[in-house]
């Protein structure tokens, strides 16, 4: 399986939400590559544990860096871009995946709204401003990563707030591949990565084992190299229980809400669920 340009040794990727799950999966897998890698996570024990983690995996702690960041400041981004530059004087590689769960309903707890926004989608914005142009300055091949979900394409009754984050990383993540391929000479790529149901600290909920339903981080960050290398866009993965062809199906009837003017959400809603089962029952 052929590789992403920017994803080979000697070159640097720095990574959010690193302490843990998809993010800590994919530092050690970028290092076992050969990349030298920053680690970005809020302060504490977890992210220096990660980063001792991923430097003995290796062998290299002078190639790895760990820097204490809350992605919600736009000066700790900063911060960590100065430090990364400052460290290895280029960043060929920015995977802005830090995010948390737990926001709300439509008109409930504000407080958690907001903080989740700052962190799922302000955290992305922040990377994507602030990283950047300097990568584009470089020069050279980059690629930009940031972590979505199938909950912010599909919208599922719920956590309104979480969905409302990811579906906004999500159209973030289009108008910067745009951008990039539209600027003069820029060889930096930008992809959406949809995980599956993955077994991380947000999905545990104090589970000790992994659900047989979900992957693993790895595995997540596997399917996410080879989608790199294939030059896909929207990165989709599938898990232990449903498979790309149910997620397309999915995708396609929230889509035909809008272009068969049925209700929000049509998929859930009493008048329209059966339907839907017959729908998802019906072969391709």
């Known amino acids: 399986m052929p590789t992403h340009p920017a994803i080979r040794a000697g070159r640097v990727a720095v990574v959010t939400g690193a302490a843990g ?23 504490g024990d977890a992210l220096d544990l990660a980063a001792d983690k991923v430097a003995q ?36 590689v ?22 989740l926004l700052d962190v799922n989608l302000y955290g992305v914005i922040h990377g994507v401003h602030i990283f950047t142009p300097a990568m584009i300055a470089q020069g050279g091949d980059g690629v930009i990563v940031n972590t979505g979900s199938k909950q912010g394409i599909t919208t599922p009754p719920g956590d309104t707030a979480y969905n409302v984050s990811k579906a906004g990383v999500k159209v973030l993540t289009e108008g910067l591949a745009h951008a990039l391929r539209e600027t003069e000479g820029c060889r930096i790529t930008a992809h959406l990565l949809i995980p599956g149901y993955t077994f991380t600290g947000i999905t545990a909920r104090g589970a000790a084992e992994k659900p047989a339903a979900a992957w693993t981080a790895e595995q997540v960050v596997e399917f996410m190299l080879d989608g790199l290398g294939r030059g896909d866009f929207y990165i989709l993965c599938p898990d232990n229980e449903v498979t790309r062809a149910v997620d397309e199906k999915r995708i396609r009837w929230a889509a035909e809400d809008i272009i068969r003017n049925r209700p929000a959400l049509s998929r859930w809603h009493p008048d329209h669920k059966d339907d839907f089962a017959a729908y998802m029952a019906r072969p391709d």
Request: glycine residues 14%; aromatic residues 8%.
């Open 57 to 92: 995996h290796v062998g290299r702690s002078s190639d790895i860096l760990a820097v204490p960041t809350d992605v919600s400041r736009p000066e700790e981004v900063e911060r960590l871009r100065d430090e990364a530059y400052g460290r290895f004087g280029e960043v060929s």
């Open 94 to 115: 920015l995977m802005n995946n830090a995010g948390i769960g737990g926001g709300g309903g439509p008109w409930e707890a504000y407080d958690r709204w907001r903080r």
């Open 21 to 43: 799950g998809i993010g800590l999966a994919a530092a050690t897998r970028f290092a076992s590559i050969g990349l030298r890698v920053v680690l970005a996570d809020l302060p």
